[in-house]
Nanobody, 122 residues
Framework: QVQLVESGGGLVHPGESLRLSCAAS????????MAWFRQTPRGQREWVAS???????VYAPSVKGRFTISRDSSGVKGYLQMTDLRPDDTGIYSC????????????????WGVGTQVTVSS
C-alpha cells in the first residue's frame, strides 16, 4: 500500500511564504507525476499546479509566478513552494500523485493525500 502525507501548512500573514511537502511511503519506487489541489472555505476544489513525469510544470493562473511545484531527487517526495500568499490562497492543500511501484515501471497507480491546512489572514 501507499500513503501520501502532506505537511508544512499553517497560519501566515499576507505576503508571507510556506513550503508544502508531500511524501510517499509504502510500496513506492518513485513518484512519476504530481499535482496539488486546494479545497477553498466555500468547499470548491481547485487545481493549483502539476508537474508531469518529464518535469514539465503547469500552474493555475491565480498562482503562476508565486508558487513553484517540484520533486526532489529521492523520487518519493514533492513540494509546493508558495510565496506572496494572499487570503484567497486559504484552503486545504492536497497532493495527488502517480506512483510507480517497481523499477520496471509497469505498474502505476494514483493516490491522494488527506491534505494540510493553509490559512492566510492578517
Amino acid at each position: 500500500q501507499v500513503q501520501l502525507v502532506e505537511s508544512g501548512g499553517g497560519l501566515v500573514h499576507p505576503g508571507e511564504s510556506l513550503r508544502l511537502s508531500c511524501a510517499a511511503s509504502g510500496s513506492v519506487y518513485r513518484i512519476s507525476r504530481m499535482a496539488w489541489f486546494r479545497q477553498t472555505p466555500r468547499g470548491q476544489r481547485e487545481w493549483v499546479a502539476s508537474v508531469a513525469s518529464g518535469g514539465v510544470t503547469v500552474y493555475a493562473p491565480s498562482v503562476k509566478g508565486r508558487f513553484t511545484i517540484s520533486r526532489d531527487s529521492s523520487g518519493v517526495k514533492g513540494y509546493l513552494q508558495m510565496t506572496d500568499l494572499r487570503p484567497d490562497d486559504t484552503g486545504i492543500y492536497s497532493c495527488n500523485a502517480g506512483v510507480v511501484h517497481t523499477a520496471d515501471g509497469v505498474e502505476e497507480d494514483e493516490y491522494w493525500g488527506v491534505g494540510t491546512q493553509v490559512t492566510v489572514s492578517s
